[in-house]
């Protein structure tokens, strides 16, 4: 985790002596937590950003380093540590999931109280907020609240309590120790927990695709369920951990019965469980019966790269699903064979093969090194070379973008893009925006170069991206999912389970690039209104989806139960 250096320390006191019950109960554990606070912060009132009280005890505070170090001396205190900035973890996936033959007994009620509907099953959304106005965030059909939720709608800017209905029951925002994390609403400006909270929750949608790709009714895990959210990230994509915590604070005493963490620290880092916001939440979530869903990372594939590794925390990996987005590369010559490629693009080019193809290194700047102008790195590539033609590129260079080559081929006056993947399989589909682009494995590469020998004046074109299903391998664990074994819990086995992770559809801000950070709207068209997104961010909600479901039709699960019942029911990933 990295410390955020605004001056805030969190200070951990433990579990509260005793369960909240009433709001009496409540406002007396308020009263005797602001004392003890007071005497630990030595009578410094402007100092308390945050308290929590609900589910366990502490407070973030402004503190100096001395005045934290003597604060953490006290015996009733735990641990203090300063406020650290986590990150995000940046619709087929369900038709996937039912296509397996795994045995759902957990879905089926253990007993007639059960709910058969999953209307009263409430999952807490941990992330940068919502927006409401989707498609996905309808409450058509649905009931009333239940009795127990204790939660609030919060007004704030561009955000009306009003926009809460029986689908989004409640919406929380944090500020205080660092105003340039929030904008002062629940609504969201980075896209992410929109995403997440339809992924897991939302309503179904009919007609739901990003320009035409993936069309089809986007579902979630549990569109019975209602959506809780608190939003603790920033529209660049920082969490505080004094945010987080507040989070979790305010979740349990809301009432939600699952909570989902698309957010994590820093990798490789053999974690201090009493000083990580997360499993500090986690673990006492999980005593009220709450079960805590989280991303495991993207820092794959190396081992113990994996975050969120409390025994504690259902810990979640990224898989792939059988759709592909085909990006086909047509050849010339007599055959005009067609490379099935793939990617995210909407090209403009002609669809009979008519643009010089040239690889990248025969179109390398004098001075630039070969190695470069074959991976088409920054000023490696010469304008005379590149113009009007399309450029093979190789993607050896871990860390330099997708969309860094672009950049380069199409300021040099390329028409296109082919991206050469040294593996066997490709499984994300890049984004290309409206750059004609196609990425594609070393045999589908070995055909171009074929092709490419075989005569004086190569010529190809790049079709726009259309929607296959039926990819195989799938599913399989994603490169960059973050893998085990736990730095802190070597005898568990961590990452749990594997979900749904990448080229995910799922609902995503209204609104056009000119008015929203890193937007999906493509220039000159309408907002799409769904998005399609990777990571362990994306599984994570698949997930909860599914807990929630579990919790619905076995009301009395225990959180252990809930996850054996979905780890030991689950498909062993063999694809036929």
Same mark, same amino acid.
């Given at each position: 985790?990295?410390?955020?250096?605004?001056?805030?320390?969190?200070?951990?006191?433990?579990?509260?002596?005793?369960?909240?019950?009433?709001?009496?109960?409540?406002?007396?554990?308020?009263?005797?937590?602001?004392?003890?606070?007071?005497?630990?912060?030595?009578?410094?009132?402007?100092?308390?950003?945050?308290?929590?009280?609900?589910?366990?005890? $502490?407070?973030?505070?402004?503190?100096?380093?001395?005045?934290?170090?003597?604060?953490?001396?006290?015996?009733?205190?735990?641990?203090?540590?300063?406020?650290?900035?986590?990150?995000?973890?940046?619709?087929?996936?369900?038709?996937?999931?039912?296509?397996?033959?795994?045995?759902?007994?957990?879905?089926?009620?253990?007993?007639?109280?059960?709910?058969?509907?999953?209307?009263?099953?409430?999952?807490?959304?941990?992330?940068?907020?919502?927006?409401?106005?989707?498609?996905?965030?309808?409450?058509?059909?649905?009931?009333?609240?239940?009795?127990?939720?204790? $939660?609030?709608?919060?007004?704030?800017?561009?955000?009306?309590?009003?926009?809460?209905?029986?689908?989004?029951?409640?919406?929380?925002?944090?500020?205080?120790?660092?105003?340039?994390?929030?904008?002062?609403?629940?609504?969201?400006?980075?896209?992410?927990?929109?995403?997440?909270?339809?992924?897991?929750?939302?309503?179904?949608?009919?007609?739901?695709?990003?320009?035409?790709?993936?069309?089809?009714?986007?579902?979630?895990?549990?569109?019975?369920?209602?959506?809780?959210?608190?939003?603790?990230?920033?529209?660049?994509?920082?969490?505080?951990?004094?945010?987080?915590?507040?989070?979790?604070?305010?979740?349990?005493?809301?009432?939600?019965?699952?909570?989902?963490?698309?957010?994590?620290?820093?990798?490789?880092?053999?974690?201090?469980?009493?000083?990580?916001?997360?499993?500090? $939440?986690?673990?006492?979530?999980?005593?009220?019966?709450?079960?805590?869903?989280?991303?495991?990372?993207?820092?794959?594939?190396?081992?113990?790269?994996?975050?969120?590794?409390?025994?504690?925390?259902?810990?979640?990996?990224?898989?792939?699903?059988?759709?592909?987005?085909?990006?086909?590369?047509?050849?010339?010559?007599?055959?005009?064979?067609?490379?099935?490629?793939?990617?995210?693009?909407?090209?403009?080019?002609?669809?009979?093969?008519?643009?010089?193809?040239?690889? $990248?290194?025969?179109?390398?700047?004098?001075?630039?090194?070969?190695?470069?102008?074959?991976?088409?790195?920054?000023?490696?590539?010469?304008?005379?070379?590149?113009?009007?033609?399309?450029?093979?590129?190789?993607?050896?260079?871990?860390?330099?973008?997708?969309?860094?080559?672009?950049?380069?081929?199409?300021?040099?006056?390329?028409?296109?893009?082919?991206?050469?993947?040294?593996?066997?399989?490709?499984?994300?589909?890049?984004?290309?925006?409206?750059?004609?682009?196609?990425?594609?494995?070393?045999?589908?590469?070995?055909?171009?170069?074929?092709?490419?020998?075989?005569?004086?004046?190569?010529?190809?074109?790049?079709?726009?991206?259309?929607?296959?299903?039926?990819?195989?391998?799938?599913?399989?664990?994603?490169?960059?999912?973050?893998?085990?074994?736990?730095?802190?819990?070597?005898?568990?086995?961590?990452?749990?389970?594997?979900?749904?992770?990448?080229?995910?559809?799922?609902?995503?801000?209204?609104?056009?690039?000119?008015?929203?950070?890193?937007?999906?709207?493509?220039?000159?068209?309408?907002?799409?209104?769904?998005?399609?997104?990777?990571?362990?961010?994306?599984?994570?909600?698949?997930?909860?989806?599914?807990?929630?479901?579990?919790?619905?039709?076995?009301?009395?699960?225990?959180?252990?139960?809930?996850?054996?019942?979905?780890?030991?029911?689950?498909?062993?990933?063999?694809?036929?």
């Amino acid at each position: 985790m990295t410390e955020n250096g605004n001056g805030v320390y969190i200070v951990y006191l433990g579990a509260v002596g005793a369960a909240v019950t009433s709001l009496n109960d409540a406002v007396k554990n308020d009263q005797q937590a602001a004392r003890l606070f007071s005497s630990l912060l030595k009578g410094k009132r402007n100092a308390l950003v945050h308290s929590y009280t609900n589910g366990f005890l $502490g407070f973030a505070a402004r503190l100096t380093e001395d005045e934290a170090q003597s604060i953490a001396r006290e015996p009733e205190v735990v641990s203090v540590f300063p406020d650290p900035i986590l990150q995000l973890h940046t619709t087929r996936s369900w038709d996937f999931l039912k296509s397996f033959s795994a045995d759902h007994s957990w879905d089926r009620p253990t007993s007639s109280s059960s709910s058969s509907t999953g209307t009263d099953t409430i999952i807490g959304i941990l992330d940068t907020g919502i927006w409401p106005e989707s498609a996905s965030f309808n409450d058509d059909g649905m009931g009333p609240i239940t009795a127990r939720w204790k $939660g609030a709608c919060e007004d704030g800017i561009d955000f009306n309590s009003t926009l809460c209905n029986r689908k989004i029951i409640g919406a929380r925002y944090y500020s205080g120790s660092d105003e340039s994390q929030s904008k002062g609403s629940a609504r969201d400006q980075n896209g992410h927990g929109t995403h997440v909270a339809s992924t897991a929750a939302g309503s179904r949608s009919p007609n739901a695709s990003y320009y035409g790709l993936a069309l089809g009714v986007a579902d979630s895990g549990s569109s019975a369920s209602r959506i809780a959210v608190y939003q603790v990230c920033s529209v660049m994509g920082g969490c505080l951990g004094s945010y987080i915590l507040k989070g979790f604070d305010d979740a349990m005493r809301d009432g939600v019965d699952v909570l989902s963490l698309s957010v994590g620290g820093e990798e490789g880092i053999k974690p201090d469980f009493s000083r990580d916001p997360i499993a500090i $939440g986690s673990f006492h979530a999980m005593e009220r019966g709450i079960v805590v869903v989280c991303s495991a990372g993207n820092s794959g594939p190396d081992p113990s790269t994996l975050v969120n590794d409390a025994p504690w925390i259902f810990t979640v990996a990224a898989s792939t699903i059988d759709r592909d987005f085909e990006s086909r590369i047509v050849l010339g010559g007599g055959n005009k064979n067609v490379i099935k490629g793939g990617g995210i693009q909407f090209s403009k080019l002609e669809k009979t093969p008519m643009y010089p193809l040239v690889m $990248g290194a025969l179109a390398k700047w004098e001075n630039a090194s070969e190695s470069d102008a074959r991976e088409c790195i920054e000023h490696s590539l010469d304008p005379a070379k590149v113009k009007g033609n399309i450029i093979l590129c190789e993607y050896k260079r871990i860390g330099y973008p997708n969309m860094h080559r672009v950049d380069v081929v199409q300021e040099a006056g390329g028409v296109g893009i082919i991206e050469i993947v040294s593996d066997d399989n490709r499984f994300e589909a890049p984004k290309f925006e409206t750059f004609p682009g196609s990425i594609v494995t070393k045999r589908e590469a070995n055909d171009i170069l074929t092709y490419i020998n075989s005569t004086k004046s190569p010529i190809a074109t790049i079709l726009p991206t259309v929607t296959t299903l039926g990819y195989k391998p799938a599913p399989v664990v994603i490169f960059f999912s973050s893998r085990g074994p736990s730095l802190a819990s070597h005898n568990i086995l961590k990452p749990d389970i594997s979900a749904p992770g990448v080229d995910i559809l799922a609902a995503w801000p209204d609104v056009t690039d000119d008015d929203y950070l890193g937007g999906a709207t493509i220039p000159g068209m309408n907002p799409p209104g769904y998005y399609i997104q990777s990571g362990t961010s994306m599984s994570c909600p698949h997930i909860s989806g599914i807990v929630a479901s579990v919790k619905a039709h076995n009301p009395t699960f225990s959180v252990s139960a809930i996850r054996s019942a979905i780890m030991t029911t689950g498909n062993d990933g063999i694809y036929g």
